[in-house]
C-alpha cells in the first residue's frame, strides 16, 4: 500500500487535520445555480436530483496529470509536449490568474471540466514552482494546487469529473508505463487511491463524476481485456473501484466507463483493433449503486477503429476516422460507442460521454471535414461531449494550437470564438445544442450479472458470502432478479413494474432445500422462495445449483406461476426487453410484470445439476 506522507499538518480543536480535509466545501460565495450532484442516470440521459437532465457540456483542463514527455528536466519547456509546461499543475496557471482561466472557461458556455491528475501527484511531496501568475500557489505540492482548481471551478458552478489520467506525472499516452490501471502500481493501490481521491472532494457537492482510467490500452507485452478474469481486466477492475467509490467513499459521484482504447499489435500482419465500448452489447458493468454508470469514448480524426493514429512506425494501413465517408463515419462511431445510448430497455444502455474529442487551428482540410462530422454526430445522438484541451499556449500563432483557448506569455488570450477561428461556428452551434431538456421519465432498468470467473454479488444488504465455495450472483439491492441462463452463469436483473421490492429492516434468505405448495417442474429439485419473498439471487458450483437467495417483499407477493424451461432454448419475451445477458447460452426470463420465484434442476440423465427451469410469479 501506498503511504501517505503529506507535508503539512495542523491542530485544530485537539484534531489532526492534514491539507486533505482544506478544500473540500465549496465557499459561501459559491453559484448556487451552477452544476451540483448527486447526479444520477435515467436510460441514457443523465438527471439531477428533481429528474431533469443534465447534459455535459464539458472541456479537459490538462496538466496535473503531466505534460512532461519522459526525459530530461520536467522544468524544462523542450521537454514538455509541445512546450506547453503545466509544472505539474492546470496548464495556465504560469500565465493567468486562476480565477481569470475559470471566468474564460465558463463564458465559453462549458457547464463542467474534466480535470485529469496521475497518481504520483497524490503523495508528490516536491514543491510546486514556475507558476507566476499565481505566486500564492508556489510551494505547494500538486494536490493542494488541485485542491485549489477543483475549488475554483466548483465556486464559479462548474461540475467536476475527476480523472484518472495516468499513472506518473507525464504526457500521455503511448507505450510510456501508463498503459493501465495497474501499470506502475499494483490493482490494490490505484483502488485505494480512488477511494482517497473521492472521499477527499465529499464535501464538495460540485465534484460530480469519477472518469476511473484513462485510455487503458496495450503495453510492451500485454492487452487489456474486457471479462477474461485476469490481472488485465478492465471489466472486472472498473467494477471493483465503482463500488469501492460508491459504498466506500462517496455514493453520490457518477462513475465513468472509459472502454477499451487499444489491443493487439499494429501491423499489418496481425490482429489489432480500437473495440472501445462494443463489447458492452455481450458484458456491461453492475455496480452497487444502479444508476450511476456512465461509459465513456475518444474519438480524435487521425485515429481509426483499427489504426492507431501515428505516423511511420506503429503505422498500419487502416483508415482513419478523418478518411472516412460521414456515413461510414457514423455508422462506425455508432457502432463503438453511440450504440450504448441510443439503444433503449438494454441492460447496457446508459449515457456516453465523449470524453475527448478535438481538433488545431491549424488543421488540414480532411481533419476539418472531420470536425465538421464529428459535431454534428454529437448533436444527432444526443451525447455527452468534453472537447480536449481547453487551455493551450499562444505565441504568434505558432506551436499547438488545440486549445480552445490559447494564452501568452503576458496572458493575453486568442479564443476559440476569434473571427478567425474556422472551429469557432461549429463549437458554437455544439455548445448551443441542448438537445432533450426538462424532466426524464422514469425508465425501466436492467442489469446483467456474471458469474464465469468469481463471484458477482452486487448487494450491500446480502452478505458477501452467503453460500461459501460456490459462485454467487445477487442484484443490486433496488432490483431484483427476473433472467437466468442455463450455463454460462448468467442473471439479468430489473426494477421494472415494481422498483425497490426489498422491504426495509429484511435479511436475505437462503433457500438450499426443496419446499413447494405445487410441483411446478415435475421430476426435478425446485428451490423456491416462500410466499411473500422474491428472488434476488442464485449460486452455482460450476454450472451447477448450490441455492437461491430470497427478500422479502415490501408488496404482497404470492401471484400466479408460471414455468419456463431453458433446456432446449430460450424463453424470454418477444421484445428482446432487457437484452442477451448471456450469450451463446439459453435462457429463461420472466416477464416484466412478473418476478423470479424459484430454480429447478436435475442431476439426472446427465443434466448436471443446470438451472433448467424459472418460476415466475405475477407481482401483487
Same mark, same amino acid.
Given at each position: 500500500?501506498k503511504?501517505r506522507?503529506?507535508?503539512t *499538518?495542523?491542530l ?6 492534514t491539507p ?6 465549496p465557499s459561501?460565495?459559491?453559484d448556487?445555480g451552477g452544476?451540483?450532484?448527486?447526479l444520477?442516470?435515467r436510460?441514457r440521459?443523465? *438527471?439531477d /436530483?428533481? =429528474?431533469?437532465r ?6 479537459n483542463?490538462h496538466?496535473?496529470?503531466?505534460t512532461w514527455e519522459g526525459n530530461?528536466?520536467d ?7 509541445a512546450?506547453?509546461i503545466?509544472?505539474?499543475a492546470?496548464?495556465g496557471l504560469?500565465r493567468v ?14 457547464n +463542467?471540466?474534466?480535470?485529469?491528475f496521475?497518481n504520483?501527484m497524490?503523495?508528490?511531496n ?6 507566476t501568475a499565481?505566486?500564492? &500557489? ?5 494536490i493542494?494546487?488541485f ?5 475554483a471551478?466548483?465556486d464559479?458552478?462548474l461540475?467536476v469529473?475527476l480523472?484518472?489520467h ?5 504526457w500521455?499516452c503511448?507505450?510510456?508505463?501508463n498503459?493501465r490501471?495497474? +501499470?506502475?502500481?499494483s ?10 481521491m473521492?472521499a477527499r472532494?465529499k464535501?464538495n457537492s460540485g465534484v460530480?463524476g469519477a472518469?476511473?482510467r ?5 503495453d ?6 474486457? =471479462?477474461? #478474469?485476469?490481472?488485465?481486466?478492465w ?6 473501484a ?6 466506500? /467513499?462517496?455514493p453520490? &459521484?457518477?462513475i465513468m466507463i472509459e #472502454?477499451l482504447?487499444w489491443?493487439?499489435?499494429?501491423t499489418?500482419l496481425?490482429?489489432?483493433e ?5 463489447p ?5 458493468e453492475?455496480? *452497487?449503486h444502479?444508476?450511476?454508470v456512465?461509459?465513456?469514448a475518444h474519438?480524435y480524426g487521425y485515429?481509426?477503429p483499427n489504426h492507431t493514429?501515428?505516423s ?10 478523418r478518411?472516412?465517408?460521414r456515413?461510414?463515419?457514423f455508422q ?7 450504440y450504448?445510448?441510443t439503444t433503449p430497455d ?6 456516453v460521454?465523449?470524453?475527448e474529442? #478535438?481538433?488545431?487551428?491549424d488543421a488540414?482540410a480532411a ?7 464529428m459535431?454534428?454526430? $454529437? ?5 455527452d461531449?468534453?472537447y480536449w484541451p481547453?487551455?493551450?499556449f499562444q505565441?504568434?500563432d505558432?506551436g ?9 506569455t503576458?496572458g ?9 477561428d ?7 452551434r455544439?455548445?448551443?445544442a441542448n438537445g432533450?431538456?426538462g424532466q426524464?421519465a ?5 442489469s446483467?450479472l456474471?458469474g464465469?470467473h468469481?463471484?458477482d454479488?452486487?448487494s450491500?444488504?446480502? @452478505? @458477501?458470502d452467503?453460500?461459501?465455495?460456490a459462485?454467487? &450472483?445477487v ?6 432478479l427476473i #433472467? ?7 442473471g439479468l436483473c430489473t426494477d421494472?413494474?415494481?422498483g425497490?421490492l426489498w422491504k426495509?429492516?429484511t435479511?436475505?434468505?437462503k ?6 405448495s405445487?410441483?411446478?417442474? +415435475?421430476?426435478f429439485?425446485k ?5 411473500g419473498?422474491?428472488?434476488i439471487?442464485?449460486?452455482?458450483? =460450476?454450472?451447477g445449483m448450490? /441455492?437461491?437467495?430470497?427478500a ?5 407477493l404470492?401471484?400466479a406461476?408460471?414455468t ?5 432454448g ?7 426487453? =432487457?437484452?442477451?445477458y448471456?450469450?451463446g447460452?439459453?435462457?429463461?426470463q420472466?416477464n @416484466? ?5 424459484g430454480?429447478a434442476?436435475s442431476?439426472a440423465n446427465?443434466r ?5 427451469? $424459472?418460476?415466475?410469479r405475477?407481482l401483487?
Amino acid at each position: 500500500m501506498k503511504m501517505r506522507v503529506f507535508a503539512t *499538518v495542523a491542530l485544530i480543536v485537539g484534531v489532526l487535520v492534514t491539507p486533505a480535509t482544506t478544500f473540500h466545501a465549496p465557499s459561501a460565495a459559491a453559484d448556487p445555480g451552477g452544476l451540483h450532484g448527486p447526479l444520477s442516470t435515467r436510460g441514457r440521459y443523465i *438527471v439531477d /436530483a428533481d =429528474g431533469n437532465r443534465v447534459k455535459l457540456k464539458s472541456g479537459n483542463w490538462h496538466g496535473s496529470s503531466g505534460t512532461w514527455e519522459g526525459n530530461g528536466d520536467d522544468e524544462d519547456p523542450a521537454n514538455n509536449f509541445a512546450q506547453e509546461i503545466g509544472h505539474r499543475a492546470p496548464l495556465g496557471l504560469d500565465r493567468v490568474r486562476m480565477d481569470k482561466l475559470v471566468g474564460d472557461f465558463k463564458a465559453l458556455g462549458l457547464n +463542467s471540466i474534466r480535470l485529469p491528475f496521475s497518481n504520483e501527484m497524490i503523495t508528490d511531496n516536491r514543491a510546486v514552482t514556475g507558476l507566476t501568475a499565481n505566486p500564492e &500557489l508556489n510551494g505547494l505540492r500538486p494536490i493542494e494546487v488541485f485542491d485549489r482548481a477543483v475549488k475554483a471551478l466548483t465556486d464559479a458552478g462548474l461540475g467536476v469529473i475527476l480523472n484518472n489520467h495516468t499513472t506518473s506525472t507525464r504526457w500521455c499516452c503511448a507505450v510510456d508505463g501508463n498503459e493501465r490501471w495497474n +501499470s506502475g502500481q499494483s490493482w490494490d493501490e490505484w483502488i485505494e487511491d480512488w477511494e482517497f481521491m473521492a472521499a477527499r472532494y465529499k464535501g464538495n457537492s460540485g465534484v460530480i463524476g469519477a472518469d476511473l482510467r484513462n485510455e487503458v490500452r496495450r503495453d510492451t507485452w500485454d492487452n487489456p481485456n474486457w =471479462g477474461q #478474469g485476469d490481472s488485465n481486466d478492465w471489466y472486472d477492475a472498473a467494477q471493483e473501484a465503482g463500488d469501492a467509490i460508491l459504498s466506500a /467513499a462517496n455514493p453520490d &459521484l457518477l462513475i465513468m466507463i472509459e #472502454g477499451l482504447n487499444w489491443m493487439g499489435i499494429p501491423t499489418d500482419l496481425t490482429w489489432h483493433e480500437r473495440p472501445m465500448l462494443e463489447p458492452l452489447k455481450r458484458l456491461s458493468e453492475t455496480l *452497487v449503486h444502479s444508476h450511476k454508470v456512465v461509459y465513456a469514448a475518444h474519438f480524435y480524426g487521425y485515429i481509426g477503429p483499427n489504426h492507431t493514429g501515428a505516423s511511420g512506425w506503429g503505422e498500419t494501413h487502416n483508415p482513419r476516422f478523418r478518411d472516412m465517408s460521414r456515413s461510414d463515419l457514423f455508422q462506425s462511431m455508432n457502432d463503438l460507442a453511440a450504440y450504448v445510448a441510443t439503444t433503449p430497455d438494454r441492460h447496457f444502455t446508459a449515457p456516453v460521454w465523449i470524453s475527448e474529442f #478535438g481538433i488545431g487551428k491549424d488543421a488540414e482540410a480532411a481533419d476539418k471535414a472531420w470536425f465538421a462530422n464529428m459535431v454534428d454526430f $454529437l448533436i444527432e445522438k444526443d451525447l455527452d461531449f468534453a472537447y480536449w484541451p481547453i487551455v493551450g499556449f499562444q505565441k504568434q500563432d505558432q506551436g499547438n494550437q488545440w486549445g480552445l483557448l490559447r494564452y501568452d506569455t503576458d496572458g493575453s488570450m486568442r479564443s476559440v470564438t476569434d473571427a478567425d477561428d474556422w472551429r469557432g461556428a461549429h463549437v458554437r452551434r455544439l455548445l448551443a445544442a441542448n438537445g432533450q431538456q426538462g424532466q426524464i421519465a422514469p425508465v425501466r432498468t436492467w442489469s446483467m450479472l456474471n458469474g464465469i470467473h468469481e463471484d458477482d454479488n452486487r448487494s450491500l444488504r446480502a @452478505a @458477501a458470502d452467503w453460500d461459501s465455495g460456490a459462485h454467487k &450472483l445477487v442484484c443490486p439491492d433496488d432490483q431484483r432478479l427476473i #433472467g437466468i441462463s442455463a450455463r454460462g452463469q448468467g442473471g439479468l436483473c430489473t426494477d421494472a413494474t415494481q422498483g425497490d421490492l426489498w422491504k426495509p429492516g429484511t435479511t436475505a434468505v437462503k433457500v438450499s432445500e426443496e419446499k413447494v405448495s405445487t410441483d411446478w417442474a +415435475s421430476g426435478f429439485t425446485k428451490y423456491q422462495c416462500a410466499d411473500g419473498q422474491f428472488m434476488i439471487g442464485y449460486s452455482l458450483r =460450476g454450472d451447477g445449483m448450490s /441455492a437461491i437467495l430470497c427478500a422479502p417483499g415490501s408488496i404482497a407477493l404470492a401471484g400466479a406461476g408460471r414455468t419456463l424451461w431453458d433446456d432446449r432454448g430460450d424463453s424470454r419475451p418477444a421484445s428482446g426487453e =432487457g437484452g442477451d445477458y448471456a450469450e451463446g447460452y439459453y435462457k429463461a426470463q420472466c416477464n @416484466a410484470d412478473e418476478y423470479a420465484a424459484g430454480i429447478a434442476f436435475s442431476w439426472a440423465n446427465s443434466r448436471h445439476g443446470h438451472p433448467d427451469a $424459472l418460476y415466475c410469479r405475477k407481482l401483487g
